[in-house]
């Protein structure tokens, strides 16, 4: 039985890699695939700064205490445990929300472009073909250049 299932399996997943290989990736398409990641980049590229400048700014904070704090990841038991004040949970709960805010930023134009501007099975069809195919991976890097 087992053994059935994943001839299935493989049988599936090749049927649906052999069919993104058949979709035509145009120039166009990759150049809209480029302006989706420089976008994505442009936005998470700015978070760490951004954490940067709210941790200088906020009276009694550090680097390195703020490093602390996110390692809880929120958990009440840990933030005890490290004597976390209740206004480094606020402002803890308050970078989080931004970092949120950006990562989902981020997605949501992943998928904007995805959906609009290049169409779902192009966008698979592109994001494994520049990790598997070098001819693609050369033109879109050649085209990516232009957005950096």
Same mark, same amino acid.
């Given at each position: 039985?087992?053994?059935?299932?994943?001839? @299935?399996?493989? @049988?599936?997943?090749?049927?649906?890699? +052999?069919?993104?290989?058949?979709?035509?990736?145009?120039?166009?398409?990759?150049?809209?695939?480029?302006?989706?990641?420089?976008?994505? *980049?442009?936005?998470?590229?700015?978070?760490?700064?951004?954490? /940067?400048?709210?941790?200088?700014?906020?009276?009694?904070?550090?680097?390195?205490? @703020? !490093?602390?704090?996110? =390692?809880? *990841? &929120?958990? =009440?038991?840990?933030?005890? &445990?490290?004597? =976390?004040? #209740?206004?480094?949970?606020? @402002?803890? /709960?308050?970078?989080?929300?931004?970092?949120? #805010?950006?990562?989902?930023? +981020?997605?949501?134009?992943?998928?904007?472009? =995805? *959906?609009?501007?290049?169409?779902?099975? !192009?966008?698979?069809?592109?994001?494994?073909?520049? !990790?598997?195919?070098?001819?693609?991976?050369?033109?879109?890097?050649?085209?990516?250049?232009?957005?950096?």
């Amino acid at each position: 039985m087992m053994k059935k299932l994943m001839y @299935f399996l493989v @049988f599936v997943f090749g049927i649906g890699f +052999a069919n993104a290989q058949d979709v035509e990736i145009t120039d166009d398409d990759l150049k809209a695939y480029a302006i989706a990641n420089a976008g994505v *980049k442009s936005i998470t590229s700015s978070i760490s700064p951004m954490v /940067n400048d709210l941790i200088s700014k906020q009276e009694g904070m550090t680097g390195q205490r @703020f !490093k602390e704090l996110q =390692a809880t *990841k &929120g958990d =009440a038991d840990k933030l005890a &445990g490290i004597e =976390a004040q #209740e206004w480094e949970i606020k @402002f803890l /709960n308050t970078v989080n929300e931004e970092i949120e #805010e950006r990562t989902n930023a +981020a997605k949501d134009l992943i998928n904007l472009m =995805a *959906k609009y501007a290049i169409g779902s099975s !192009k966008y698979k069809a592109i994001r494994s073909g520049v !990790k598997s195919d070098a001819d693609l991976k050369a033109r879109y890097d050649a085209i990516a250049a232009k957005f950096e």
